[in-house]
């Protein structure tokens, strides 16, 4: 047998990771930067504040607590920064099946609020069980920020949430919500499944809050210190579909 090369080893081990977690179903690798995604853009954290919309009823398939309803008027020009606080993170473009992003960080990085918004909805149980039903419990601890630009912004598989990150809760952009973790149906690899919607709360479930546009040009923007905003692709995402009950049908 020929020995395997360095760079032979790397792809071979490239590809057991996107077999992994092409099975499991939460997305494929990305090719590593190495780069800091966060560390010139992100602003320092600010203390969560009370006082957030009043609470609503939400859909039994991920909060421990109520959520709190959004904002009736978007703003625009809001700051936007990386969900993941790490020097080293990486991405793909792509997700398997539905709009999404897997962020690979180390488990224990920061995870933050990636604009001023309202903590929605909060799990802090992993009810993921690989012999029940797939998609109801797939993020394990998760959190979303009802943005004040009327967007929701999903992170699951965390490790922990922080202290203080509660339905109805006010953040800031930047702000420590938990750590990138592997709870859930992570495939047991470290990383964010970061998802972008309409705040529908109270109203879908999983098929909606796990992403419905694609986040990487907005990824993209936010570590290079853009701010590129995905106001305007949610709203005619949401005027088209509204807040379907139902799950899509498998292709």
Not at 22 to 41: S, V
Not at 51 to 56: I, K, Q, R, V
Not at 91 to 98: F, I, K, R
Not at 123 to 148: A, C, F
């Amino acid at each position: 047998m020929v020995p395997l090369t360095i760079g032979r080893r790397r792809a071979y081990a490239v590809l057991l990771l996107v077999s992994m977690l092409a099975a499991g179903g939460c997305g494929a690798p990305p090719a590593p930067t190495g780069a800091d995604p966060t560390a010139a853009t992100s602003p320092t954290p600010a203390a969560a504040t009370t006082g957030g919309p009043a609470a609503t009823t939400t859909t039994p398939d991920i909060a421990d607590q109520p959520a709190a309803t959004a904002s009736p008027t978007p703003r625009k020009g809001l700051p936007h920064v990386f969900p993941v606080r790490a020097r080293k993170a990486s991405y793909h473009p792509t997700h398997s099946a539905y709009p999404g992003t897997d962020i690979f960080a180390d488990c224990g990085e920061p995870v933050v609020a990636v604009t001023d918004g309202t903590i929605g909805e909060v799990s802090r149980r992993d009810r993921y069980d690989k012999r029940g039903p797939q998609g109801p419990y797939n993020g394990g601890l998760s959190v979303s920020v009802i943005g004040d630009d009327g967007v929701r912004y999903y992170g699951s598989h965390l490790t922990e949430l922080a202290e203080g990150i509660d339905a109805g809760v006010r953040v800031r952009a930047g702000q420590r919500l938990g750590t990138v973790g592997r709870t859930g149906n992570a495939n047991n690899v470290c990383h964010l499944h970061f998802g972008i919607s309409p705040p529908c709360l109270g109203e879908d479930g999983w098929w909606i809050r796990r992403g419905v546009v694609w986040p990487a040009p907005y990824l993209d923007s936010w570590r290079k210190g853009g701010n590129r905003e995905p106001a305007a692709e949610v709203a005619a995402w949401h005027r088209e579909h509204g807040c379907p009950r139902k799950p899509p049908a498998r292709r």
